[in-house]
């Protein structure tokens, strides 16, 4: 089983949509967890952490169930610029571990 | 301005060449990594350096050989170079070790002719 297992896509979705990514991690002793952002070409960038209580930042809203060893994001009112791949990332011990990455879509 | 960099940005050398990238942080971090991105995109550690003392080493061929002369600078040297070697390498930084976000470097783009 991989460490950090993301749903790949391709997710092709139109302008206002919601779309939703899940993200599951093998090590329960995992103590950090963020999502990341990577356009083509480019170097991956935070997108925000994922904190146990849940928490949103504008559009996009993140979740974590530790007992799940489950993290989501969600998307809202999806817009062109939002098109990119999302990283999941898993924290422990001083090793981040990412996921293979969700590719989203965004079209007119 | 630039938090992360990393020179060269491409690189293209041939099977066997020796070829060092070198990375510099300027937002005193703690913490400096090296990571590989192959061609399916998945992004996979390779090295982290605390205070200039490694902590992380993947599997990784003992071909690659990074070094850091102080917390600012960790720098990848790659000797014989092969052709499963090409991908895109990338520098980052955290605060702290491991439990922070990451700044990442633009990324090296390595082709082995």
Redesign the interface.
């Known amino acids: 089983r991989k460490e950090v297992e993301q749903d790949p896509g391709p997710f092709n979705v139109p302008e206002g949509a919601t779309v939703a990514f899940n993200c599951t991690y093998s090590n329960s002793a995992s103590q950090s967890f963020f999502w990341y952002r990577q356009d083509c070409r480019k170097e991956p960038k935070l997108l925000m952490s994922v904190y146990s209580s849940g928490n949103e930042d504008g559009r996009f809203t993140a979740q974590l169930n530790r007992a799940s060893q489950y993290i989501s994001l969600l998307i809202r009112d999806s817009k062109l610029s939002d098109s990119a791949t999302y990283l999941c990332v898993v924290n422990n011990n001083n090793d981040m571990r990412f996921g293979a990455g969700t590719r989203l879509t965004v079209k007119p | 301005d630039t938090a992360v960099s990393q020179t060269p940005k491409y690189l293209v050398t041939q099977m066997g060449n020796d070829k060092s990238i070198k990375c510099e942080q300027n937002l005193g971090h703690d913490?400096m990594?090296w990571?590989k991105q192959d061609s399916?995109?998945?992004?996979?550690?390779m090295f982290?350096y605390?205070n200039k003392e490694l902590?992380?080493n993947e599997t990784v061929p003992n071909r690659f050989s990074p070094k850091s002369p102080d917390k600012a600078h960790l720098n990848l040297h790659i000797n014989s170079l092969e052709l499963g070697d090409s991908a895109v390498y990338?520098c980052a930084s955290s605060q702290v070790?491991?439990?922070?976000?990451?700044?990442?470097?633009?990324?090296t783009r390595l082709s082995i002719l």
């Open positions: 913490t990594y990571y399916k995109k998945f992004l996979k550690i982290s605390n902590i992380i990338f070790a491991g439990s922070g976000p990451q700044h990442f470097g633009d990324g």
